[in-house]
Antibody, heavy 119, light 105 residues
């Protein structure tokens, strides 16, 4: 069974940093691209960043470029999201997701972790 | 960027009814569309990919159709466990629709 378990969320002040982790199990982690998707309270879904199966390629939405870094450790089957210079508009539940195939279809989601950016 | 317009924003239907949700893309997305179900307090779950392919384990009362810029999700014989929000997503630049909240009448 595919499992994605996020951790590392919480309350952080504007301008500070936070690092999210996602522990993957139930599949061969190193074979899949991975992504972070977020959802602000009572809002829709917003893709944040993607990393290829081997970590050689990364992609970001414009609003987080230069502030967020997606990375992975295939030996530990773990995905990360380093978030710097956090803003109030980054407040959201962050989901770790698995991408399938060349079209990068998101086929599994973690339970999500809440990040609140507030003073 | 490709924009996704989803309708309706909310929907109320009775048990056993057939429900249709629509998504319109701002340009041709060549069937590169997925549908997700999100139950209250839960994470989204994949229902349909490539516009009309059913994901593993998804009940056959769910179906997807469409082409070009127009796509739809149909739920036949609505069940109580189908109460949820539904989102479409095109996977060229990962834009999601705004969602449809489905409730029981």
């Amino acid at each position: 069974e595919v499992q994605l378990v996020e951790s590392g969320g919480g309350l952080v002040q504007p301008g500070r940093s936070m690092k999210l982790s996602c522990a993957a199990s139930g599949f061969t982690f190193s074979n899949y691209g991975m992504a972070w998707v977020r959802q602000a309270p009572t809002k829709g879904l917003e893709w944040v960043a993607t990393i290829s199966y081997d970590g050689s390629s990364t992609y970001y939405r414009d609003s987080v470029k230069g502030r967020f870094t997606i990375s992975r450790d295939n030996a530990k089957s773990t995905l990360y999201l380093q978030m710097n210079s956090l803003r109030s508009e980054d407040t959201a539940t962050y989901y770790c997701t698995r991408e399938r195939g060349i079209l990068r279809i998101i086929d599994y989601w973690g339970q999500g972790v809440m990040v609140t950016v507030s003073s | 960027d490709i924009q996704m317009t989803q309708s309706p924003a909310s929907l109320s239907a009775s048990l056993g009814e057939t429900v249709t949700i629509e998504c319109r893309a701002s340009e041709d997305i060549y069937n590169g569309l997925a549908w997700y179900q999100q139950k209250p307090g839960k994470s989204p779950q994949l229902l349909i990919y490539n516009a009309n392919s059913l994901h593993t384990g998804v009940p056959s009362r769910f179906s997807g159709s469409g082409s070009g810029t127009q796509y739809s999700l149909k739920i036949n014989s609505l069940q109580s466990e189908d109460v949820a929000s539904y989102f479409c997503q095109q996977y060229y630049n990962y834009t999601f629709g705004a969602g449809t909240k489905l409730e029981l009448k």
